[in-house]
């Protein structure tokens, strides 16, 4: 389980050191040698008192109000997804119980497999693979496994090549798991994916350390498929409604190009069975 009061801690700093002067109007100085703005800086951007500040990115003030952290958030320019989870850290509101579940409902494999044409995945706060239909599992045949999509991004040769801008989507990956974090806190699902991870990719563990917050939501995603060639996808996330904790993943292609040819064409490689 997490130590909330650690991460508090941890997310303040880390976030303090990310704001330059110049991003909040101030002047830096000559021979600066502090990273980010100082203690004393953010301070006064929140319009705490230094020493309170202080205290509490020391661990020794453990109770700050919500107007502190809503001040706080303001002076690191966080945005609403920061602030949520900044926020949960000290008055963690879980917004719903989550099913914890090892797989998907019969309802939604139903809906993989008959209802939608594209690919799609199922995945809990973890980001642990709970069911993916025929195309999808066929838009990451070129990946060992494809059981969590954490594990796929930081720790499988082939997410080099797969993804387009890898870095952006590992920065996303990092991101949406802290994400559900504000939700669901110290969820055990996540730190066991954070702990594995960490401990073989430096490249997570650093991403790690940002405390980015973003859960994932819509964009466009371009993929390097090694048999289709490129797939220029239309990216959404929707909620189960039954089960909160667990997303449904769905890549739809865009008009403008040449990817529902490529995408009617996943079915038919070996990799194509049914969602699980």
């Known amino acids: 389980m997490t130590d909330r009061s650690a991460e508090l801690r941890s997310f303040l700093r880390a976030r303090r050191e990310a704001v330059t ?3 909040v109007g101030l002047v830096p100085g000559d021979g600066r040698r502090v990273q980010g703005l100082r203690r004393e800086e953010l301070a006064l951007l929140a319009g705490l008192s230094t020493d309170y500040y202080r205290r509490l990115e020391q661990g020794r ?3 700050p109000s919500l107007q502190v952290l809503r001040a706080l958030a303001r002076a690191l320019r966080l945005d609403e997804h920061a602030t949520a989870y900044l926020i949960s850290l000290v008055h963690p509101v879980p917004l719903a119980t989550p099913t914890r579940a090892t797989s998907a409902s019969a309802g939604v494999r139903l809906l ?9 995945v199922v995945v809990d706060i973890g980001l642990n693979i709970l ?7 066929a838009m990451y045949g070129g990946f060992h496994d494809t059981d969590n999509l954490a594990r796929m991004v930081f720790l499988d040769a082939a997410a080099r090549d797969f993804y387009a801008d890898w870095h952006q989507v590992a920065t996303q990956v990092v991101g949406n798991l802290r994400s559900g974090l504000t939700r669901f ?3 055990h ?5 954070v702990d594995e991870i960490s401990a073989r990719s430096s490249v997570f563990a650093e991403l790690w350390a940002t405390h980015h917050v973003r859960p994932r939501t819509s964009e466009d995603k ?16 929707l909620e189960v409604a039954d089960a909160p904790d667990q997303r449904l993943f769905v890549y739809c292609p865009l008009a403008n ?3 529902p040819a490529a995408v009617a064409l996943l079915e038919s490689l070996p990799t194509a069975t049914p969602s699980r």
């Open 185 to 187: 806190p110290n969820d």
């Open 112 to 120: 993989l497999d008959s209802g939608l044409r594209v690919p799609a």
């Open 21 to 23: 002067p110049q991003d």
């Open 131 to 137: 069911a993916i239909n025929a195309a999808g599992r």
């Open 61 to 63: 003030e453990h109770r």
């Open 222 to 237: 371009l993929f390097h498929h090694p048999h289709v060639g490129d797939l220029h996808l239309h990216f959404e996330a």
């Open 257 to 259: 190009g040449s990817s």
């Open 189 to 193: 699902r996540v730190a066991e994916v």
